[in-house]
């Protein structure tokens, strides 16, 4: 099991309000992702940073924002919630180095609902 | 663009066989990655096995193996033995090597729904 974590695990809030998703890991990776989940749909990439100070966009457009400010966190926050917004959101890291290590590894996950 | 197609939505096998799960994938690269990932009801996703393209051998974890077929572009999860526990929705990934500008990155399939059945 990885050591990656997420909070909160649910979350239901009501419209225009400020979330911020909180994600950590505790494996010193570089390089950590957000990736959005609808039900029993594929994972789509929203937001990914190789390093402090570092922060890309992905795939999927995405309202939401993230920082990598240390690098055991990568916040992502919406700074007004809509019913679109409800979905799963998926924080995974890996370390960059050799190949064969350079493996995500996901975090429970955050299951949003905006009423 | 790379893109990871699985065609069957679901599928179901009975406790103690074999069932295999489909993927294909389609690049224009020659040296990539391919995952398969695990992902139980309201649980966390795991990775079950990874595959290095360059690499003829086919990975093998356990009652888990793969059938890597890079000119086809078909990349196959052999379950044996199956258990109760392996119940879960199964995701074929890509990804590209280090140094091309989706360093890292992972494609998703749209994912296996595998029911076991006692």
């Known amino acids: 099991e990885a050591d990656i974590y997420q909070t909160p695990r649910y979350l239901v809030i009501g419209t225009g309000k400020k979330i911020t998703l909180e994600c950590s890991q505790t494996?010193?990776?570089?390089?950590m992702y957000w990736y959005q989940q609808d039900p029993g749909m594929e994972l789509h990439l929203i937001h990914y940073?190789?390093?402090?100070?570092?922060?890309e966009k992905g795939d999927l457009s995405s309202e939401s924002t993230v920082s990598r400010i240390r690098t055991e966190h990568f916040p992502l926050t919406l700074e007004s919630a809509r019913p679109s917004h409800t979905s799963q959101y998926l924080c995974?890291?890996?370390?960059?180095?050799?190949?064969?290590?350079?493996?995500?590894?996901f975090g429970p996950g955050t299951r949003l609902t905006v009423l | 663009a790379q893109t990871v197609t699985q065609s069957q939505p679901e599928m179901s096998v009975q406790e103690a066989e074999t069932v295999t799960l489909s993927c294909t994938y389609d690049t224009s690269e020659s040296d990539y990655y391919l995952f398969w990932y695990k992902q139980p009801p309201s649980r966390q996703m795991i990775l079950v096995i990874r595959?290095?393209?360059?690499?003829?051998q086919n990975a093998t974890e356990n009652r888990f193996s793969v059938n890597f077929q890079k000119a086809a572009k078909s990349f196959s999860l052999k379950i044996s033995d199956s258990q109760l526990g392996d119940a879960a929705m199964y995701f074929c990934?890509?990804?590209?090597?280090?140094?091309?500008?989706?360093?890292?990155?992972?494609?998703f399939g749209q994912g296996t729904t595998l029911q076991v059945k006692p």
């Open positions: 995974a890291s890996s370390e960059s180095g050799q190949e064969s290590t350079d493996t995500q590894y």
């Open positions: 940073s190789y390093g402090v100070n570092s922060t």
């Open positions: 990934a890509y990804r590209s090597p280090t140094g091309s500008s989706n360093t890292g990155k992972l494609i």
């Open positions: 494996m010193g990776h570089d390089k």
């Open positions: 595959q290095e393209a360059y690499k003829q």
